[in-house]
């Protein structure tokens, strides 16, 4: 392990520092470990690099560790991906060691987590100064969750863009939720409030939409928050993994809103879609191994008719008590639909609640597949069998149902799921709600709220079943799917958006056209 303020490069950035990259745009990204933040970042940063940029991925070891696989690949097919790490001061941060290592940092480190980010300013700087980092950087890309990346810009003298895993729709409510200090008053987080400044009416609850790491009663927590806005004011442009056409008048108003460019990538994910090896990288891309083989999947898949079948995930944080996965599985029996349903963690809960899946298991043999770990998402939202998708709403699984063309049962657990869900299905009309109105996790205040069996199964029944309704809403998924293709081929929005960044990006490109809004 290096020490403090050293980084180990990884995936040869000395043998491309010399051939031809000094005239490229070289994107710095930061991104945040959190898989629904990390993944759809590097697919960024795999985009950029196809048409011509360095981009060079910067974070602690845990990070580099799952982000490794992805960029040995992207560099064997000839792309300047480079990934440095940095080692933690978890000393200093108050950071348990090791405490980065798991699936999603514990929210009970996560402040030392980000302080422990915020020390690696520093080292980062020296690195990308130094000369086996060359060419220099021409633009900083952070997760908007890492403000400090403001100072590492003005210290470089570059731009920095802010990286959101998320839709302008959710992004846009969210600020003008707090810029027109609509819960001003408001004492009942549960009560419905319109969100202002929007020409369509939507209502949403404090505890649907509290604001980015608002709403917890620990006076450092809101500092934070007041520190991260701060920094996304001072951005000075926006990349977003989202597609201009699905939410024309939200990137618009964000835009609008914050006064800076919006660049539009999305979905990011179509970047393992164009590639030769289109299995392989899609069961790969992941940053997590699989509990079941892809070539497993598909074989399960592939006896299955299509649009048949229904996939169940709820992303990389949440997890279910056990009395909800009773109700879950009993309600997907019920439907009577063959599904595959993953497993975050699965050995984890008591003997009663595995003896539980045991026996479903055993009763759907065939019909249903149950996967304990991690399944390839993409791979399997891709196939032809699959149907429906019922989601906890992450932008990441919503977007990627968007652009596999599948309606969505919705099954929001906190924050801005609550608003991809309204995204789902009030503006884009593909998805149907399983009724959840308050958050599962992150709870203020612990509370059980289980969703029944019969209506998991009424959901499900209504997302894959027959009836004028649910073709409307298949018909509406496939047409955002032909939609998202279409932005990502040549001529397509979010294609001529990369084009752009690496062109305003170059060295010499006059700072302030890159970054203006026309």
């Not at 839709?167 to 001003?184: I, M, P, S, T, Y």
């Not at 539009?264 to 393992?272: C, L």
């Not at 081929?489 to 203006?516: I, T, Y």
Request: glycine share 8%.
């Amino acid at each position: 392990m290096t020490s403090q303020g050293q980084a180990t490069t990884l995936a040869g950035a000395d043998a491309d520092a010399a051939g031809g990259s000094n005239a490229a745009a070289h994107f710095v990204f930061v991104p945040l470990r959190e898989q629904g933040h990390l993944i759809p970042a590097v697919d960024t940063a795999l985009l950029l690099a196809s048409h011509g940029a360095v981009c060079t991925i910067v974070g602690p070891p845990s990070t580099a560790a799952l982000v490794r696989p992805t960029v040995d690949s992207a560099q064997r097919s000839g792309l300047q991906v480079r990934l440095a790490e940095f080692p933690l001061d978890y000393a200093a941060s108050g950071l348990p060691e090791g405490a980065d290592a798991g699936d999603s940092i514990p929210p009970m480190h996560m402040w030392s987590y980000y302080r422990a980010m915020a020390l690696l300013r520093a080292p980062i700087e020296i690195y990308l100064r130094a000369a086996h980092a060359a060419p220099f950087p021409t633009c900083i890309v952070s997760d908007f969750i890492h403000p400090w990346t403001t100072e590492l810009a003005a210290n470089l003298g570059v731009p920095r863009l802010s990286f959101f895993s998320m839709c302008a729709f959710g992004l846009l409510c969210h600020h003008n939720l707090e810029r027109f200090n609509a819960w001003d008053g408001v004492e009942d987080p549960n009560a419905p409030v319109v969100v202002p400044g929007l020409e369509r009416r939507f209502v949403v609850t404090r505890a649907q939409a509290p604001g980015f790491f608002r709403g917890i009663p620990i006076p450092c927590w809101e500092e934070f928050a007041d520190y991260i806005e701060r920094a996304r004011a001072e951005a000075d442009g926006v990349i977003m993994n989202t597609f201009e056409e699905m939410e024309p008048e939200f990137v618009a108003g964000y835009a609008a809103a914050r006064n800076m460019k919006v660049w539009t990538v999305g979905p990011v994910s179509t970047y393992h879609q164009t590639r030769t090896t289109l299995a392989t990288t899609l069961a790969s891309r992941g940053l997590r191994p699989c509990a079941v083989d892809a070539d497993e999947c598909i074989r399960w898949l592939d006896g299955k008719a299509p649009g048949s079948v229904v996939y169940v995930s709820f992303g990389s944080i949440s997890r279910a008590e056990p009395k909800q996965i009773v109700e879950l599985g009993l309600g997907l029996e019920a439907s009577g639909h063959p599904f595959i349903w993953v497993l975050r963690n699965a050995g984890d809960y008591d003997e009663a609640t595995r003896a539980f899946l045991d026996e479903l298991e055993a009763r759907v043999a065939g019909r249903g597949l149950l996967v304990r770990g991690w399944a390839p998402q993409l791979l399997v939202l891709s196939h032809d069998a699959v149907g429906g998708f019922v989601t906890h709403c992450g932008w990441n699984s919503t977007l990627e149902a968007v652009a596999a063309g599948l309606p969505v049962v919705t099954w929001p657990h906190f924050t801005d799921q609550f608003l991809n869900e309204k995204m789902a299905v009030e503006v884009l009309g593909i998805g149907v709600s399983v009724g959840v109105t308050e958050p599962l996790t992150y709870q203020a205040v612990k509370k059980e709220i289980v969703v029944g069996r019969k209506v998991v199964e009424d959901a499900v029944r209504s997302v894959m079943g027959g009836g004028e309704e649910a073709e409307a809403r298949r018909r509406r998924a496939r047409a955002l799917a032909a939609k998202a293709r279409a932005a990502a081929e040549v001529g397509g929005s979010s294609h001529a958006n990369l084009l752009d960044l690496v062109k305003r990006f170059q060295p010499g490109a006059p700072r302030g056209d890159a970054v203006s809004q026309m």
